[in-house]
């Protein structure tokens, strides 16, 4: 039997990808707080992993429009409807 993970990236997926799915359903859900930074240490510890796969993730989720780094400062949803941003990942995707 193949696991769901393994058909979507041909292989079990990683943890940096896992991350990135798991924030994406919060931040597509409208349950991260918009505008606020996020904290790469607390991510990690709800995730479960290290702050270098939150650190991946991240970038998969900038890269696709969900998140927005802001130098010096960190990374932040950016100030947009859930709506909005689900609309902007559909059109990327």
């Given at each position: 039997m193949v696991n769901v993970g393994e058909k979507i990236w041909g292989s079990a997926p990683t943890s940096e990808q896992q991350v990135a799915e798991q924030?994406?359903?919060h931040i597509l859900a409208g349950e991260l707080p918009v505008?606020?930074?996020l904290s790469q240490r607390k991510l990690a510890e709800l995730a479960g992993t290290s702050v270098?796969?939150?650190?991946g993730a991240?970038?998969?989720?900038?890269?696709?429009?969900?998140?927005e780094n802001v130098p010096r400062m960190g990374v932040r949803i950016?100030?947009?409807t859930p709506?909005?941003?689900r609309d902007r990942y559909l059109v990327r995707s």
């Open positions: 924030l994406r359903r505008g606020e930074f270098i796969s939150v650190r991240l970038r998969q989720l900038e890269n696709e429009g969900l998140i950016p100030q947009d709506s909005s941003v």
